[in-house]
Structures are given as structure tokens and as C-alpha cells.
């Protein structure tokens, strides 16, 4: 007879199958939620935790930065105007109280006592994440400066674990490289050293893909779809100029860089 905590990632599988990613989280927030002390979370519940997340956080990403657009239009009235900022506000509370639930989990279950090199990578590319999704609800200062704080942190601490113990064309450890290097760009506005993170990673990895190749098709595929995704950064970080030399006044752009 099936556990309890199989019976929940079963439903949590049902759920993503579904595409019913609000059940698929308040499902996994309860599997957490029923781990005993110093007990993790399984490589398959890892994924299911980070597909319900990522899911329910990207529609609303989407919709804040659609939103984000209508609100600079010289063509909504007054009226209009106040609905659409009302809805934006919605979005970001949303979107805040997501971030918040899971850095919460995160703090709380998933990181203390962790000692699984690949488990600890993970969840520490998965708290700067959401802190960088979280920076996307805040315009107070004070309050980004401690969120960024916080994404350096996590993200620089995760590559650490990832150079000393993955495999060059480990997928997490290319999809954590083109995290971090987005943010370098977005966030500290230096587009010089996010291409030259994101290369360094992509080099690296580039020379091991032939051998994956010969002995892991679907790892094969996998990486080189990350590969392509790092290379298009690359690409636009090197034909553009870095902001980071420029003496004008400049906004980040939040759409030419791809993340995972």
C-alpha cells in the first residue's frame, strides 16, 4: 500500500498532467509540509515542487510585464487607468505572496541539514530565483537592495557546489549559469561580466558534449537546448553595448535575455 507521501506526488503528477498548476502547488506545499525532521525531498519531488512554482510564477511574470506596458499607454483614460493599476497591483501581491511561500519552505524545511551536493545546488538556485522574482514586485529600495543581496548569495553559492562537484554539462549547473548571468545583466546592469560568466560555463561545457553525446541522447538533447539558450545570451551581451561603460542614463531591459 502506497505512503501518504506517494499518494501526494501521485496527485502532484495528476495535477501537472491536468495543467493544474494551483493544486499541484498547494499539493506539494502539504508534501513539504509532512516531511519529518531532516528528512528531503526525492529527486522526482524536487522536480514536481519546481515545475508547480515555476508554472503558477510564469503566467503571472507574463502578465505583470504585459500589464507593466498597458500602463505607460497615452490612450487609457483615467478610468482605465485605475483598473489597470488595480489589476497590476493584484498580480504583484500574487506574485509576492508566491515567492514568499516558497523562499519560506525553503528556509524553513528544505535547507537545513541538507547534505546531497545535487539537492543543495538546487535549492539554492531555486531561493535566488524566486528572490529575483520577488525583485519584479518591489520598487522599494531599501527592500531591493537586501533581495539582491540575497540572489548574489544564493546563486554564488550554488556555482560553488556546481563547480566542485557536476559535470560540466549537468543541466542544472548550465540552467543555474544562465540564472546568475541574467542577473548580472538585469540587475547589476554589467552586461560585460554576465557574457563572460555565461561563456566561461558554455565553453566548459561545450567541450564535453561529445562524450555525453555517445553515452546519453536525452541528456545529449537536453544540454544542447541550454547551450543554445546560453549562446543566444552571449550573442546579445556581445553585439550590444554594456551599459556598465556608458555615462547615459539607460533602463534595464527585461526581455532581451533568456532564463530557465
Not at 91 to 114: A, S, V
Request: aromatic fraction near 8%.
Amino acid at each position: 500500500m502506497p505512503s501518504e507521501r506517494e499518494v501526494m506526488a501521485h496527485k502532484a503528477q495528476l495535477c501537472e498532467l491536468s495543467s493544474r498548476y494551483h493544486e499541484m502547488v498547494d499539493v506539494m506545499r502539504d508534501l513539504v509540509a509532512s516531511l519529518p525532521v531532516m528528512q528531503k525531498l526525492n529527486a522526482q519531488e524536487r522536480k514536481l515542487l519546481a515545475v508547480a512554482y515555476k508554472h503558477e510564477i510564469a503566467h503571472r511574470r507574463k502578465g505583470l510585464k504585459t500589464i507593466n506596458k498597458l500602463v505607460g499607454s497615452p490612450d487609457l483614460t483615467m478610468q482605465k487607468r485605475t483598473i489597470v493599476n488595480d489589476y497590476k497591483a493584484m498580480l504583484k501581491q500574487e506574485m509576492r505572496n508566491l515567492c514568499e511561500d516558497l523562499i519560506k519552505m525553503l528556509n524553513t524545511k528544505l535547507l537545513p541539514g541538507i547534505n546531497e551536493p545535487e539537492s543543495d545546488i538546487f535549492f539554492h538556485k531555486m531561493k535566488g530565483d524566486y528572490y529575483r522574482y520577488l525583485c519584479e514586485t518591489e520598487e522599494d529600495e531599501v527592500k531591493l537592495a537586501v533581495y539582491i543581496g540575497e540572489i548574489r548569495q544564493h546563486y554564488q553559492v550554488a556555482t560553488e557546489y556546481a563547480e566542485r562537484s557536476m559535470a560540466a554539462t549537468h543541466p542544472l549547473r548550465l540552467g543555474l549559469a544562465m540564472n546568475y548571468s541574467v542577473f548580472i545583466n538585469e540587475m547589476l546592469d554589467n552586461r560585460t561580466e554576465a557574457r563572460d560568466h555565461a561563456k566561461r560555463f558554455y565553453d566548459q561545457a561545450l567541450d564535453e558534449m561529445e562524450s555525453v553525446r555517445e553515452v546519453d541522447i536525452d541528456k545529449y538533447n537536453e544540454c544542447a537546448y541550454l547551450l543554445k539558450l546560453l549562446h543566444d545570451n552571449i550573442k546579445v551581451w556581445t553585439t550590444e553595448p554594456d551599459r556598465s561603460t556608458l555615462f547615459l542614463p539607460t533602463q534595464t531591459s527585461h526581455f532581451a535575455a533568456k532564463d530557465f
